[in-house]
C-alpha cells in the first residue's frame, strides 16, 4: 500500500494466478472504509513488490509522511 498523497493511494499486487475484479473492488472498499470515501484506490497487478534499502519489503508507505521528513526512510 503506498499512500501518495491524501486523495490518492495505491495498493501493489503480486498475483500468481487469475484476479477476479471483485477483489479489486473489495480492496477498493477496505481501503476507503479507513481513510474515507474521498479516496481514489488504485489496484495495480506488478510482478513483484520493491525492497527498501535494508532488503526489506514494507507493507504500507506514505509518502505525504516522507514528504514532511524530507525524504524517505531508511
Known amino acids: 500500500v503506498v499512500q501518495?498523497?491524501?486523495d490518492f493511494t495505491r495498493v501493489l499486487v503480486v498475483?500468481?494466478?487469475p484476479w477476479p475484479a471483485e477483489r479489486d473492488r473489495?480492496?477498493?472498499a477496505g481501503?476507503?472504509?479507513?481513510?474515507g470515501e474521498?479516496?481514489?484506490?488504485?489496484?495495480e497487478r506488478v510482478a513483484s513488490i520493491p525492497t527498501e534499502p535494508?532488503?526489506?519489503?514494507?507493507?504500507?508507505?506514505?509518502?505525504i509522511a516522507e514528504e514532511?521528513?524530507?525524504?524517505p526512510r531508511a
Do not use: P
Open 38 to 43: 474521498g479516496v481514489t484506490v488504485r489496484v
Open 4 to 6: 501518495e498523497r491524501l
Open 31 to 35: 481501503i476507503k472504509a479507513r481513510l
Open 54 to 63: 535494508s532488503g526489506k519489503r514494507r507493507f504500507v508507505r506514505s509518502l
Open 68 to 71: 514532511h521528513r524530507g525524504g
Open 26 to 28: 473489495a480492496i477498493e
Open 15 to 17: 498475483a500468481d494466478g
